[in-house]
């Protein structure tokens, strides 16, 4: 594989994440704080706490991001007339009281 495909395939999934994350209305805020304070850090010549936002900054949008698509996927679950079938048919499914 080429350099120039893999920094494409790269910049598509980083695209990707970005706009499913802040689709959470909390994650921007929060997201432009961490962008802050890694901007601090790379001035400060600080390696480690470079290092340790960018990682913490990744972690929450991959967390924002599932969050995200978990919730489209229930919602979709919800609406959809075959998992209800399976819902009522699957044998460890209890109706509420």
């Known amino acids: 594989m080429r350099i120039q495909e893999t920094l494409q395939g790269l910049l598509s999934r ?28 790379i001035q400060a010549r600080d390696v480690a706490g470079a290092r340790r936002t960018a990682d913490l900054h990744l972690r929450n949008a991959e967390e924002a991001a599932v969050r995200v ?9 919800a609406d959809s007339p075959r998992a209800a079938r399976i819902r009522i048919n699957h044998p460890t499914h209890h109706e509420p009281p």
């Open 14 to 41: 980083i695209s990707l994440l970005r706009g499913t994350s802040l689709m959470r209305p909390e994650r921007l805020p929060a997201s432009l704080e961490e962008i802050k304070t890694l901007l601090a850090c």
């Open 69 to 77: 698509l978990a919730a489209s996927l229930a919602a979709s679950l």
